[in-house]
């Protein structure tokens, strides 16, 4: 039973590019977190999903930044036209959201440099 | 506010100490994580726990509901150890709030 997979492990984009990242939960999880590292900072809460739903995107920022986890596939963080100051460890973790059990298992994270 | 706080948060250790990490969180959590962070960044889940004393080898996690506190306990240290720990509170909204993590070095 692989674990949460995350790609890619490392993403370098310049100002203005978009960044794509994806994360493929542990098989039988149905619920998607995202968290964001920034340098020399603790990890922050961005986005909570189930299958095609959006459960709690209060720690988005409110521009160029949206989540998806459709039905078929793994979930995708969109970065666009990025900014240096998105440059951060970006991780996932899956869940299998029952309520006897919900505990939540890391993927690697994706590490995005923006030059 | 959901808060979560950590101490200390630098630690250092000669190899074989008892090793203990605190954790204080505020009201209305449902579970508390323990997670481990070494130099190339992955994150492991050590503990989750809502109630009483998890061990797993060298490692216990305990957790005390009325004083809104949790504790790390690393026995028998070894420079393999050296990580940082993070401890992270589940609230209702099933999203986890991260504490500032403590930087564990253990000396040989």
């Known amino acids: 039973n692989a674990g949460v997979m995350q790609n890619p492990r490392h993403l370098v984009r310049r100002r203005g590019q978009e960044a794509r990242l994806r994360c493929s939960p542990m098989k039988g999880h149905s619920h998607v977190y995202w968290y964001r590292q920034l340098p020399e900072e603790g990890l922050k809460f961005m986005v909570y999903?189930?299958?095609?739903?959006?459960?709690?995107e209060s720690g988005m920022p409110k521009e160029r930044f949206s989540a998806e986890f459709p039905k078929e596939g793994p979930s995708i963080l969109r970065i666009q036209q990025v900014v240096r100051g998105d440059s951060a460890a970006y991780f996932c973790?899956?869940?299998?959201?029952?309520?006897?059990?919900?505990?939540?298992?890391f993927g690697p994270g994706t590490r995005l440099t923006v030059l | 506010k959901n808060e979560v706080e950590q101490s200390p948060q630098n630690l250092t250790a000669q190899e074989g100490e008892f090793i203990t990490i605190n954790c204080s969180y505020s009201?209305?959590?449902?579970?508390l994580h323990w997670l481990q962070q070494h130099p190339g960044g992955g994150i492991v889940s050590l503990f989750m726990l809502s109630s009483g004393k998890k061990k797993h080898g060298r490692l216990i996690a305990t957790i005390n509901i009325q004083e809104k506190h949790s504790s790390l306990h690393i026995t028998a240290s070894h420079p393999r150890d050296s990580a940082v720990y993070i401890c992270?509170?589940?609230?209702?909204?099933?999203?986890?709030?991260f504490g500032t993590g403590t930087r564990l070095q253990v000396f040989p």
């Open positions: 992270a509170a589940l609230y209702n909204t099933d999203k986890l709030i």
């Open positions: 973790a899956s869940s299998p959201g029952t309520r006897d059990y919900n505990e939540q298992f």
């Open positions: 999903l189930q299958k095609e739903n959006i459960i709690d």
């Open positions: 009201v209305g959590i449902s579970a």
